[in-house]
C-alpha cells in the first residue's frame, strides 16, 4: 500500500466529522474559558478575597464586629523588615487593618495562623 493510498483510507468521512467535532469543541472551550478569564470583576473578587480572611481570621481571634476592615497583601517583605509588625512577614500575608478599633493584624493563610497583632496610630488624637 503506497503512502497516498494510506492517506485516502484514514481520511474517510468518519474520521473527518470525528476530527471536525474535537475542533469545534476544543474551539468553543476556549471561547468559553477566555471570555469568562475576560470579564472577571476586580472589585467582586477583592471583596470575596476580604470576607474568605475576614472569616478565617474571625476563627482565631475576636475581631471588631461593626466595622469593615482595609486589606492588604503582602508582595514584598524585605522593604518592610524594618518595621516590627512585618518582622516576620512572608509574601502572600494578609494585613487587615481596622482604623477604627486602631488594630492590624497579620496574617499567613498557608499556615492559617495570626503571625503579628499591633496597635495602629493613624496621627489622630488617642
Known amino acids: ?3 497516498l493510498e494510506k492517506i485516502k483510507q484514514f481520511l474517510t468521512t468518519k474520521n473527518i466529522i470525528v476530527g471536525l467535532a474535537v475542533l469545534l469543541a476544543l474551539s468553543v472551550g476556549g471561547m468559553i474559558y477566555f471570555y469568562s478569564q475576560a ?7 477583592a471583596r470575596a478575597d476580604l470576607d474568605r480572611t475576614v472569616a478565617a481570621v474571625g476563627k482565631l481571634i475576636v475581631l471588631p464586629a461593626e466595622e469593615t476592615p482595609t486589606l492588604a497583601t503582602v508582595s514584598d517583605p524585605d522593604k518592610l523588615k524594618d518595621q516590627s509588625f512585618f518582622a516576620n512577614a512572608q509574601k502572600g500575608d494578609k494585613v487587615l487593618v481596622y482604623s477604627v478599633s486602631r488594630k492590624a493584624i497579620l496574617y499567613r493563610s498557608s499556615l ?7 496597635p495602629i496610630n493613624l496621627g489622630g488624637t488617642p
Not at 39 to 45: C, G, L, R, S, T
Open 1 to 3: 500500500m503506497t503512502p
Open 39 to 45: 470579564h472577571i470583576d476586580p472589585a467582586k473578587e
Open 112 to 118: 492559617n495562623k495570626i503571625i503579628e497583632v499591633a
